[in-house]
């Protein structure tokens, strides 16, 4: 996925209210920013630290600037966890995540379980039907270990409850961790965070719900999967 424009540089002045962040770009402009990130940003949010965002020519759009990455800890981190089934479709796409090849087609926001949206649906003729769900992983708090979740989710229990039901039902699940950094080589549930998605994800999985881990390569021009845990 490559940014449609180039992104502008600058730094954090600080994130509130969740979906907003004050900012002050390099040129010396002070701007506000959308944050299309519902979780705690932990580690990922600290004043002073180098931001890019990207400028909207839409006049429709109530912030023309969304902040899409920052430097943590010597590395570039996506944090628009709106891009991340764009990110993950266009890998599928392009075969570059082994367990999800052959597939004829790809549905998105596809209606399943109790009122829930599967992120998406591979379908393929002589094989179950394939619903995976995205998250995005974003949280390192030791050296090249990348975590999930940043913040209590009960949405991500739901999710996981809802897939393993898929599994019961005779369709493929899979709850695939898009990790939006290239710090880590390693991927652990934090389970000190929220133990009850931990939980959960020990029961999806003992049903069959498969658990994969995809790494992507963040750039200021991108972001690409590039390997698989």
Known sequence: MRFPVPLTSGRL????KRFLADCLLD???AVIAHVANSGSMLGLATPGSRVYLARSSDPKRKLAWS???VEAGGALVGIDTGLSNRIV???I???RIPELVGYETLRREVPYGARSRVDML???EGRPHCYVEVKSVTLSRRLGVAEFPDAV???GAKHLAELAAMVEMGARAVLLYLVQRGDCDRFELAADIDPTYAAAAQAARAVGVEMLVV???VTTAGIEIRSVF
Not at 13 to 16: D, I, K, L, P, S
């Open 27 to 29: 040129s010396g402009e």
């Open 89 to 91: 479709a266009e890998a």
């Open 122 to 124: 591979l379908e393929g």
């Open 93 to 95: 796409a392009e075969g």
């Open 13 to 16: 002045v600080r994130r509130y």
């Open 215 to 217: 790494r992507a390569e």
């Open 67 to 69: 902040w899409q990455l």
């Open 153 to 155: 989710t009960a949405r």
